[in-house]
Nanobody, 125 residues
Framework: QVQLVESGGGLVQAGGSLRLSCAAS????????MGWYRQAPGKEREFVAG????????HYADSVKGRFTISRDNAKNTVYLQMNTLKPEDTAVYYC??????????????????WGQGTQVTVSS
């Protein structure tokens, strides 16, 4: 089993930045790609960003390209999401995900096997 714990969410003004972290523990050898998803009130969970096992490949949703950066530190079993130039529409619960697939980077939620509990990000206008 793998456990994922997110941190770093909070309240920020539009135009501000936040950095989310997701620490993995347990049987981390099972993890290849990792990703971030978000779910706003009344909306479905959507893909935000994904990163391959060695960090050499990334993929972003069009809505966050150029503003968000995903990275990972395998020595710490941690994946990060640096979020810049935040907008009110970025307000959501952000979830970390991990799974056995590596390439192409999974986009569908069903391709990820492990999920964190989520961390709230609120962007005020």
């Amino acid at each position: 089993q793998v456990q994922l714990v997110e941190s770093g969410g909070g309240l920020v003004q539009a135009g501000g930045s936040l950095r989310l972290s997701c620490a993995a523990s347990g049987d981390t050898i099972c993890i290849s790609a990792m990703g971030w998803y978000r779910q706003a009130p009344g909306k479905e969970r959507e893909f935000v960003a994904g990163i391959s096992r060695n960090g050499g490949n990334t993929h972003y949703a069009d809505s966050v390209k150029g503003r968000f950066t995903i990275s990972r530190d395998n020595a710490k079993n941690t994946v990060y999401l640096q979020m810049n130039t935040l907008k009110p529409e970025d307000t959501a619960v952000y979830y970390c995900a991990a799974g056995p697939s590596n390439w192409p980077i999974p986009i569908l939620a069903d391709e990820y096997e492990y999920w964190g509990q989520g961390t709230q990000v609120t962007v005020s206008s």
